[in-house]
């Protein structure tokens, strides 16, 4: 016995008429066929239909049935997973005891992905792929990138790179009313091209979408590390600009060119400080928001000390290497950081031991 599949992998045919798949039967394709037809007759899923169909009818020497299997728009995966699921229906219906063979008719290479599931439950004669010939004028040409460019997606990848490729000849023209150097134009455009290339190639587009959309609802949620991350920001590019002030002075104040590491020292002693005021900054924010939505743990309050006891420890090392502090300062610097953290983080084990707050949560009738 032949089966012919008719693979819809996307669903076009449920998601835009009232078909239930899987349709099994002659008439009961043609029906849906020409249901599909009604309500999109560019859909290539009917050519599929009707393929199957006549097929099925070129078939005189066995037994045919004619079948139309749907995934859904989900994702591959699923979608395989959903036309293996039909597949079985349909087989299980199937009242034959002769060995069942399968044609499998599509409309492109994506459908054809499942063919393997498929295959995983019966024998596969053949794939047969539809291709619907066009008349080859200028209408058929026009409406065929009028379709194109229409879409979306099509409009971003193709256009802009074209757009901006065009208007180096005149930007070039502009530039030369002005007496700017061909150079700067043409490398303004292919840096433009490039960002807007790579872009798409790494997917940035997506990933600042996600982030605006990740403030927008941090915002609304009305997180304290908004207004701490920002902070944090602004109190990075002090420690920057002290750092290099700093390293300036000491370069005014040397004797000779300084060493990488005199340098390094010099960076370091001037922005510690401010690098630590933003990791406190941003540490307590967190703390903050976990707080307020009853995730807060107690060693998350190690944070601040933490970053605390580390800049202690940067600031005398680097004032160290300046020549600004003695050895036993450096000592003393370095065993007040450690025990800082080691406190700090003893405190609050104890804390999480003696009163946890997972214990407070269960209690709570809420």
């Keep these: 016995m032949l089966l012919v599949l008719c693979v819809d992998l996307d669903d076009d045919l449920g998601r835009k008429t009232d078909v239930e798949t899987p349709v099994v039967g002659r008439d009961a394709v043609e029906d849906a066929a020409v249901a599909l037809a009604t ?77 393997p599931v498929i295959r995983s439950r019966v024998t596969v004669d053949g794939v047969r792929r539809v291709v619907v010939r066009q008349a080859q ?3 058929s040409v026009y409406y065929t990138m009028k379709q194109v460019l229409d879409d979306p997606e099509t409009r971003g990848t193709i256009l802009i790179p074209m757009g901006i490729l065009l208007l180096i000849y005149p930007l070039a023209v502009i530039a030369s009313m002005f007496e700017l150097p061909g150079g700067v134009v043409f490398g303004v455009v292919s840096a433009l091209l490039g960002f807007y290339l790579l872009s ?32 944090a920001a602004v109190l990075l590019v002090i420690g920057g600009v002290s750092g290099v002030g700093r390293l300036e002075t000491v370069r005014m104040d040397a004797a000779g060119t300084l060493g990488a590491l005199e340098v390094l020292a010099a960076l370091v ?55 600004l502090v003695n050895l036993s300062y450096l000592a003393a610097a370095l065993t007040g950081g450690t025990l800082l953290g080691l406190v700090s983080t003893l405190a609050f084990a104890v804390a999480e031991s003696r009163f946890p707050r997972n214990a407070e949560r269960d209690r709570d009738p809420a």
């Design 137 to 139: 004028d200028l209408e």
């Design 39 to 115: 309500e999109d007759p560019e859909d290539s899923d009917v050519n599929v239909l009707f393929q199957g169909i006549h097929v099925a009818n070129e078939v005189t020497d066995e037994e045919v049935t004619v079948a139309a299997v749907t995934g859904n728009d989900g994702g591959d995966v699923s979608a395989n997973r959903e036309v293996g699921e039909e597949v079985d229906e349909v087989l299980a219906g199937l009242s034959t005891g002769e060995g069942v063979t399968a044609l499998i008719v599509t409309d492109g290479a994506q459908d054809e992905s499942v063919v």
């Design 269 to 323: 002693y001037g922005a510690v400080q401010w690098f630590a005021a933003a990791g406190i900054t941003t540490s307590l924010g967190q703390i903050t928001d976990e707080y307020l939505a009853d995730r807060l743990e107690w060693r998350y309050l190690n944070a601040p000390f933490y970053v605390l006891s580390i800049a202690v420890v940067l600031d005398a090392v680097s004032a160290y290497f300046l020549d």
């Design 200 to 231: 798409r190639g790494l997917g940035l587009m997506q990933t600042m979408d996600a982030l605006v959309g990740r403030a927008r609802n941090s915002l609304y949620a009305g997180r304290v590390t908004i207004i701490t991350y920002l902070v």
